[in-house]
């Protein structure tokens, strides 16, 4: 198999890369890696405070709206920082902690933990609640795993006056296979390569006539298919895929269009497209996907052999 990222991607989180020499089987197998085996952090554990506490004269207490276990599911599901070079133990096999009771496992190299502390405002102050943000976690490990700006303004919930929370949050490795909040990809699809060949410039001035326009702002029209009249930039053929839903069943000028542009499919070749939650590069999550595959094709080689002799 050959993987090549699309010319033009990633953009942000989301990618589009180009695998050939493959079969469905095989992207369908990275497909689901992405979703279900490659290990990412989140938040596993919190620690809420409780009780009443006073502050200059004010007194505090440990209570919002949102029952502490929504909470938990809320910061569960912020996408923290993972470095795979950091090379962090799973917190259930971490050489360290493996012999400790519950109650105390949990070291630098398996977890990485967050603080938060938040009050309501102040009893003479105008607004009457205040929003808590992802971004008022404060990191005590390293600080690369400060959650990314592009996160820090989800919300997790509000306090009114008299109302404070307090939290300690440890986030853990783990694989989507056991929970969503580890999950590290999103809008995973992938589909066969293809080429598009304009068969007929006259009828296809049924589709050229609608003025649409590829995602690059280029104007779909005959100049799109060179010399050749044919398309096989990866891009293009997608937009043009779209566009061709115009002139499709259903639309009434189906007929007209008599498939002046049909797409031919490339043999072995597959466009896999996704975004990833902002935990980690796209790029880092295919790499590792890969890697989780091939350790589980080792493996398998290992049994069948066991099981043969
Ligand atoms: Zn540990």
Redesign the pocket.
């Known amino acids: 198999m050959k993987a090549e990222v699309v010319s033009g991607w990633p953009k942000n989180n989301s990618i589009r890369i180009s695998l050939s020499e493959t079969d469905a089987s095989q992207v369908n197998a990275i497909r689901r890696a992405l979703i279900s085996d490659v290990p990412k952090l989140a938040i596993n554990r919190v620690n809420f405070s409780q009780g009443v506490v006073e502050t200059n004269g004010e007194i505090l207490e440990s209570v919002n709206v949102l029952p502490d276990e929504v909470l938990a599911h809320r910061l569960a599901m912020i996408p923290i920082p993972t470095f795979p070079e950091e090379k962090l133990?799973f917190?259930e096999t971490?050489?360290?902690?493996i012999d400790l009771v519950e109650s105390e496992?949990?070291?630098?190299?398996?977890?990485v933990l967050y603080s938060l502390n938040i009050q309501g405002p102040a009893a003479d102050a105008e607004e009457e609640h205040i929003t808590v943000y992802a971004g008022d976690l404060t990191t005590i490990s390293d600080p690369m795993f400060d959650v990314r700006e592009e996160h820090r303004k989800i919300p997790l919930t509000i306090l009114s006056k008299g109302q404070y929370l307090e939290l300690y949050a440890f986030a853990t490795l783990g694989r989507g296979s056991s929970h969503q909040k580890w999950s590290p990809a999103a809008g995973i699809g992938f589909t066969v390569r293809r080429v598009a060949k304009l068969n007929n410039a006259k009828k296809a001035d049924t589709l050229f006539a609608l003025n649409l326009k590829t995602s690059d702002g280029r104007d779909i029209d005959a100049k799109l298919f060179g010399k050749d009249k044919k398309i096989d930039d990866i891009n293009t053929v997608l937009d043009l895929e779209r566009a061709l839903h115009q002139v499709g069943p259903g639309t009434g000028r189906d007929a007209d269009f008599a498939n002046a542009i049909t797409m031919e499919d490339m043999e072995g070749s597959y466009i896999l497209s996704y975004d990833t939650d902002g935990s980690m590069s796209p790029e880092t999550a295919f790499n590792l996907a890969m890697e989780e595959l091939s350790d589980r094709f080792i493996n398998l080689n290992g049994e069948i052999k066991t099981a043969l002799k």
């Not at 496992?105 to 977890?111: I, S, V």
């Open positions: 133990a917190f971490c050489s360290i902690c496992k949990g070291c630098p190299t398996c977890q």
